[in-house]
């Protein structure tokens, strides 16, 4: 019989979180805290990239996906920072220069609190839901800068969609500054609230990896057709359903 | 100048983003000190006579006014707010017990914008406030700590994991309280039983709590779970708390149903409340009122459910709310306050996320004044990394920091405890005292 743990790092076993961690005096050993800091400046890093549009549509068109891109209302990261509303809006304009495809299904992709997360798995997941789409037409796929979630019903307006999927950076943690979230919305149009619409978060490759992820939007967006709704109606119910 | 009370309040308030956000804060520093004199200018009276949310339409107002007790006001009842802030700054602790019943959080607020932090600090550490369940909450020389043993998805081992790294470094005499990353019935019942395990096993003189929505710990009680503590974040208006589904009606019927299972071994304090600056913003259930003040309505909420504990999330809205360290360290201390002079065994969680300008450093600030100020608790993660909510609060080393350059012990009944169990023997090295074996919770 092996022996019962007696030592505090073996708590280390049975979670990521920062256990164990030692002490020197009342404090956390330099090594642990030299690796807390850097945490913290990977996130304030991802926080604060720019995205590089250019680079992101041409891994797009090498997927096969045509793009086009807009810029929200919020003129900077502080504003953005600052006023969420305005990162919700299209900056004036920027409506007219996405053309409208009755019935189409709309693919947003914003920078959100990471465009490292949107740089990394934003053009993986896309490849990856390309051939699970039968029977949808596509719209150009819209890159936004400076957007959060709800930018996607001014979009999704715009171009008639029926619905929205808007793929965006997370708030980076200290365990992951690139986290890729989803959110499905059923006939966007502003003023849509967050609980008419269904999320998937933690999209990266330690996460939910960006081909399972593709896997789930797909079956999503076939219940929401069924449906006819997103949002609490619309249960997660993909692994129940394999297993029927 | 100023057309009303609402207006005067927000324009006085010291700069934040929330409430510039709300298009309510000062056009310029010079509105802001001219609001600022006009504010110590006006009579306490006038604030009780003026409620910022009409009584008609907000029952949280109908609370507020319904209990003030004019003999306690009676003697501030003459004063300005800045003539308050004096007797404040120079009163007898006696004084300001006495006070209570007859203090509205409009007039705490009120004072506070025109207090600096100094000032914050020293009426509130003046402020005693003690609470009971299975140990001594509040007295003097004593700082507690919630340990907050979080996972990502609410695995029982992990969370037994990062309770035990919290106990072997002194924490959890507040409480032991996981937020479940799910809210139904069933996680949150499995999640007590591992905790109230834990607790009896250990024969720790501390109480846990799952913070799950009242709702669900309503049902686990009705499913004989081991419900010591009941959790409800709360706001200052009745529409903050319909966007979080409660009413003072469910709270106190959740308060009654928690007390009934009488598991408090030396107090039957059975509340546990989370407030924050913005809540009420962000659910757009502010009426115009700035932020601080809508804070300050909550803590008139808690008060109404003799709480075991209450604490402001501070840092934990974000940057549009509160933007920068500045902002965090100063709503921190005016939280504090608030709740201390309404009564309240106040705690904060000196919190932040990544997209907001604080760092380490501005947490260690606040932490430090706090102590001074005398905050009844304070929040322990695992190295100060939440990895379930994504957020930086203090750590067990940091209490443990706090505790020795301030000359601040845990609860008096955890104290001993800790002595009974070799806690905190440096001689242990990395060993794990035999009376808390991993086996015994489960970790084999």
Redesign the interface.
């Known amino acids: 019989m092996a022996e019962?743990?007696?030592?505090?790092?073996?708590?280390?076993?049975?979670?990521?979180?920062?256990?164990?961690?030692?002490?020197a005096g009342?404090?956390?050993p330099t090594a642990?805290h030299l690796a807390?800091?850097a945490?913290?400046a990977a996130?304030?890093d991802?926080?604060h990239a720019p995205l590089d549009v250019q680079a992101l549509q041409d891994e797009l068109a090498a997927a096969g996906f045509d793009s086009r891109t807009v810029h929200s209302a919020a003129t900077d990261r502080r504003t953005y920072?600052?006023?969420?509303?305005l990162g919700r809006k299209l900056a004036t304009g920027q409506a007219a220069i996405l053309a409208p495809i009755p019935g189409c299904l709309a693919f947003v992709i914003c920078d959100g609190?990471s465009a490292i997360a949107v740089q990394r798995h934003a053009a993986s997941l896309l490849a990856h839901i390309r051939p699970l789409l039968a029977g949808w037409e596509i719209a150009p796929v819209v890159v936004a800068t400076q957007g959060r979630v709800a930018l996607g019903d001014e979009v999704g307006t715009a171009v008639q969609a029926k619905a929205v999927a808007v793929l965006i950076g997370e708030?980076?943690?200290?365990?992951a500054a690139d986290s890729l979230g989803v959110y499905l919305t059923w006939e966007p149009r502003p003023g849509r609230t967050d609980a008419e619409r269904n999320c998937i978060s933690n999209v990266r490759p330690e996460g939910l990896p960006p081909a399972a992820a593709a896997a789930k939007l797909a079956w999503l967006i076939g219940q929401m057709r069924i449906l006819g709704m997103t949002g609490i109606g619309l249960k997660d119910e993909q692994g129940v359903a394999l297993l029927r | 100048m100023f057309p009303d009370l609402r207006t005067l309040l927000a324009r006085a308030s010291p700069l934040r983003s929330g409430d510039q956000l709300a298009g309510i804060a000062a056009g310029s520093a010079a509105e802001r000190a001219a609001a600022q004199y006009a504010l110590a200018d006006l009579p306490l009276a006038a604030i009780l006579n003026q409620p910022p949310i009409p009584y008609e339409n907000d029952e949280v107002t109908r609370l507020i006014l319904d209990g003030h007790d004019p003999g306690s006001f009676a003697p501030v009842a003459a004063m300005t707010v800045g003539a308050f802030r004096e007797f404040l700054l120079a009163a007898e602790p006696a004084a300001l017990v006495a006070l209570r019943p007859g203090l509205t959080p409009e007039m705490v607020a009120a004072v506070s914008k025109i207090m600096r932090l100094q000032d914050l600090i020293a009426v509130a550490a003046k402020c005693r406030v003690t609470t009971r369940f299975r140990n001594t909450i509040g007295l003097p020389g004593r700082l507690s700590v919630r340990l907050q043993p979080n996972h990502p998805v609410d695995d029982p081992r992990g969370v037994a994991a990062s309770t035990l790294d919290g106990l072997l470094l002194g924490a959890g005499d507040a409480v032991i309280g996981v937020n479940p990353a799910t809210d139904s019935v069933e996680n949150t019942v499995l999640l007590l039983e591992m905790l109230d395990q834990v607790r009896s096993r250990y024969e720790i003189p501390t109480q846990t709590c799952v913070l799950a929505h009242v709702t669900t710990t309503l049902r686990c009680i009705e499913r004989r779970a081991p419900v010591d503590l009941v959790f409800q974040s709360i706001g200052g208006t009745e529409a903050v708390n319909r966007s979080f589904g409660v009413s003072l009606a469910l709270l106190a019927e959740a308060q009654d149903a928690a007390q009934s299972l009488k598991r408090g071994t030396v107090g039957q304090d059975v509340m546990y409340f989370e407030t924050g600056q913005g809540s009420a913003l962000s659910a757009n259930a502010h009426h115009g009122v700035d932020q601080q003040t809508i804070e300050a309505r909550a803590y008139a909420v808690a008060r109404a459910f003799s709480p075991l504990l209450v604490n402001s999330v501070v840092g934990f809205i974000g940057p549009e709310y509160l933007y920068d360290g500045k902002q965090i360290t100063r709503a921190g201390l005016e939280d504090h306050f608030c709740g201390k002079l309404l009564g309240l065994p106040m705690g904060v969680d000196v919190c932040y996320t990544n997209h907001a300008e604080a760092d380490q450093d501005d947490m260690d600030g606040l932490l430090t004044l706090l102590g001074v100020a005398g905050v009844t608790y304070v929040m322990d993660v695992p190295g100060a990394d939440d990895v379930m909510l994504s957020y930086q609060s203090t750590s067990f080393h940091d209490a443990l920091y706090v505790r020795a350059a301030l000359g601040l012990k845990p609860a008096p009944e955890f104290c001993a405890w800790l002595e009974r169990m070799g806690i905190g023997d440096p001689a242990a090295g990395g060993r794990i005292p035999d009376g808390l074996s991993p086996a015994l919770i489960g970790l084999g």
């Open positions: 019962p743990p007696v030592l505090w790092q073996d708590l280390r076993r049975h979670t990521m979180a920062r256990v164990a961690l030692g002490r009342n404090g956390v642990a807390f800091q945490a913290h996130a304030r991802a926080v920072l600052l006023r969420p509303d609190l708030r980076p943690g200290l365990s």
